[in-house]
Structure formats: C-alpha cells, structure tokens
C-alpha cells in the first residue's frame, strides 16, 4: 500500500509496544513547573486558549503527576491457585487522555483493537482528513463542545453523498476522529474519518461508492461549515461571504489513503493513527537550565520551516494541556452502521452479518462458523462488560507479551486482590518489597529515602 506523506510512521507499523510506566520526562516537567503555570494561566494564557479552563487542566494534571508511580497507590494481583499464591504489585494509572502518553497510548491500542476486530466490515473503508481555515479554528479552542456537531455534519454529509449518488438509501457507516491538535502542538481543529465506502441498500445489498472528486467534497463541507456558523451566529453573513469569496478557501478534504476489507495491519494502523495522543515521549526533550523543552518531529515542517521547535516551557504547558477534552468528553464518534447503539441493526441485515468482522461474529453470533445462524436476542449491558473484558485481557496479552491475568507460575487465573491508596500503607509494602529483594520492576527504592 502506497501511503500518504502526511501520514507520520506510525502507520506503517501497528504499534505492539507499550510505554512503560515510571517517571517520564513530561511528568518531570510537570512536576517542576505546573504550580507556576497555574498561578499566571489566566493573565497569561487564558485568552489564547480559553477562560475556565485551569481547574480542569490542574484536575487532569494532579493525577498525571503520579501516574505509574508506586508510591501514590497499589493493586496487588495475586494467583487464585491455592496451591501457588503467587502475587505481584502494579502501580495505578491516571486516565488522563491526550495529556498521558502512556494512559493514551494504552487506550489507543484498545480502540484501534475494538474496531478492528469488532467494528469495521470487512469491506473497502477510506480515510479522511478535513480541514477548516485559521479564522475558524480559533471557536474550537473557546467552545470545546463545537467539534462534535462539525463531526455530525462530517457524517451526514457523506451519507447525503452516498443517498443521492445511488438514488435509494444506503445505510453507511463512519468512525470521526476529532483532533485538535497539529505539528509541534500547535492548534490546528480538524476531523479524521474511517469511512465504509459506500453502504447497504434497502434490499439490503451493497452499493460500492467510493469518492473520487475532492474537489467537489471540499467546496460542499466548505459551504455546510460557514452555513453552520452563520447559522449559529458565530460569524456575521458579511464574514461568511467574504470567507465563500476567497480564492484559497483554507478548507481541504483528503481521502488518499484506502484500506481494503481483508488488510488487517492496514486497517488496525490507521484506527490506531485517528486515536493517536497529540505528544510522544520521544519528541521531546527537558532542559531544565534553560527552562525550555525542544520538540523535534522525524519529518521536515513545511510550516515551521523546521523538523524541531524550542518552547519555552510554561508555553510548551499550555499549548500541550489545550488539547485536554472537557470532562467525560469522546472526540472520537460512531455514526450509522458503526455506532454503538445500533449495532443491533446487523442483526436484521444478512449480508452485513457476513461481512462482520470475526471478533463481532464470535461475541453476537451463536455459531460464528456459520454466519447464517443468528442469535436472536443481543443483551445490550452483558455484552459491553464482556466485550470489555475480552477486549482488555487480549489487549494486556498483546502490549506484554504475557498475560498478566495468568499466573506466570502455574497458568491460573489471578484477580486483583486489593487497591492500596493509603501513603504509609504502599510505602510499608514497597519497603518490605525491596528488603526482600522483590522490588516491582521500574520502581528505584532510593527514591524513598
Ligand atoms: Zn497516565
Ligand atoms: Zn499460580
């Protein structure tokens, strides 16, 4: 498969391996300097990236800080063989999405897994990347919440598309990506799409319909998005003329790259690509005299001129921590046939069922071999925690290369047995655990003297 330069490395390659947990330099960098980012965010920062936006930064950041760190709290998974009793301990994570590579990228690898083996028919899908001039970018930094109706409209657009190209109506579906985030950090709002090329029928077959005329798409969400502000009254109809005049819209629509039906690499690199954190470890560097972070990029920026940027380090936080989501906040969406509320809808379509994805087949169907047999009744709640389950063991399995669920000992099952949150209590079990020559595994016990 020929690839798109605008697409980094990580698409080449699924990634399979995962980020240690442990202090890493962007907690170090935190750790130092975030206490005087906050005291100056709303002089010096709030009105290019936001008002209100500090508590929800320093909620995020708290616990970014003691991410993977032992001390800050335990689970101890222990083997449920009597006869063995083998146990280890494994530090708590953070959760703190678009912000912690590690919890990000952990995430990634179960999005990308989920709608690999669960989601995409196994048909032809493309990817797409919208883009909206400068002058609109700016409104998604001060209402975090627009991006979502411009993912909507991303989605009903193409289904519009897919509608009248075949006359009848073909159910679609698309996985949109919003992210908010550029090169070097810079904010830069645009949508990424997994899209099935084309749809079903209402004789339930399917239509084949790939888009080949950009340029068309283009001036179509060109026209849509300036309607929706205007609609919206976030730009006056003067402005929305003066942006339909100009030459050089600033709006663009990409759909290079195509993944077919049985490539399973392809299709698992660009989920994992649509999901990707907005900062790698190994783009960065601390350089604590100087206060400053260098953020170097492998391919050369034809907007920066550069492969490498200096930041000073409080603008390196901001420009980093304005890609955090608001509270309980998806950026990533589920449209038609691909969302999760409709999955049912497969079950009422035969071809569909066929064209299911193995994973999905062997969760819904009784007999996955034989895709005609359908199981008559999907029990919606059951299923997600299975799912998640599966999903998860499978996923620990693939990042470790073991299963830590398993004993690595005598192959039983092992179960979290305890969370310890209590300070003197980890510190107690972390002292004994180096005493006896145990230390969990990127845990320095110098570091608690
Ligand atoms: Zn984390
Ligand atoms: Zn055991």
Redesign the pocket.
């Given at each position: 498969m020929q690839l798109n330069t605008q697409i980094d490395q990580t698409l080449t390659e699924p990634l399979s391996s995962y980020i240690p947990r442990g202090q890493n330099v962007l907690q170090t960098v935190f750790k130092v300097h975030f206490d005087n980012f906050r005291e100056v965010y709303d002089e010096k920062y709030s009105k290019t990236y936001g008002k209100y936006r500090i508590d929800r930064i320093t909620e995020v950041v708290e616990e970014f800080i003691k991410c993977g760190d032992y001390k800050e709290g335990l689970a101890r998974i222990k083997?449920t063989?009597p006869d063995?009793g083998?146990d280890y301990f494994v530090p708590l994570s953070c959760k703190g999405f678009y912000l912690c590579p590690s919890c990000h990228q952990k995430r990634t690898l179960l999005f990308s897994e989920q709608i690999t083996q669960e989601v995409l028919l196994m048909l032809p899908h493309r990817q797409w990347v919208f883009c909206i001039p400068k002058c609109l970018r700016v409104f998604f930094k001060h209402d975090r919440m627009l991006f979502s109706d411009i993912s909507r409209l991303i989605f009903q657009m193409l289904q519009s598309y897919y509608d009248n190209v075949s006359a009848n109506f073909i159910q679609t579906g698309a996985i949109i990506a919003y992210e908010s985030a550029g090169d070097f950090l810079r904010w830069n709002a645009h949508w990424h799409g997994l899209v099935l090329e084309g749809g079903f029928d209402e004789e339930g077959g399917f239509v084949y319909l790939p888009i080949s005329d950009t340029k068309r798409m283009t001036e179509l969400f060109r026209r849509l998005v300036i309607k929706y502000f205007q609609e919206k009254k976030l730009i006056t109809e003067r402005f929305a003329r003066n942006l339909l005049s100009w030459k050089n819209s600033g709006f663009s629509v990409d759909n290079s790259i195509r993944i077919y039906g049985n490539d399973h690499k392809a299709r698992e690199a660009l989920a994992q690509y649509i999901a990707k954190p907005p900062v790698s470890l190994e783009k960065i560097k601390y350089e604590p005299f100087h206060e400053k972070v260098l953020y170097k990029t492998p391919k050369y920026n034809a907007y920066f001129k550069e492969n490498f940027k200096f930041f000073d380090v409080l603008d390196f936080i901001a420009a980093l921590t304005a890609h955090i989501p608001p509270k309980g906040k998806q950026y990533i969406r589920r449209y038609g046939l691909y969302s999760s509320r409709t999955r049912g809808i497969w079950l009422g379509m035969e071809f569909c069922i066929r064209l299911a994805p193995p994973g999905w087949k062997e969760k819904y169907l009784d007999n996955p071999a034989d895709s005609k047999q359908i199981s008559a009744e999907i029990p919606e709640c059951s299923m997600e925690k299975k799912v998640e389950k599966s999903t998860w063991a499978r996923l620990i399995k693939k990042v470790y290369g073991t299963d830590p669920l398993k004993?690595p000992?005598?192959g039983?099952e092992m179960k979290i047995l305890a969370i310890i949150m209590d300070p003197g209590e980890t510190e107690k079990i972390l002292r004994h655990l180096a005493k006896i020559g145990r230390p969990p595994p990127n845990f320095d016990p110098a570091s608690m003297n």
């Open positions: 083997c063989s063995c083998h004993c000992r005598c039983s």
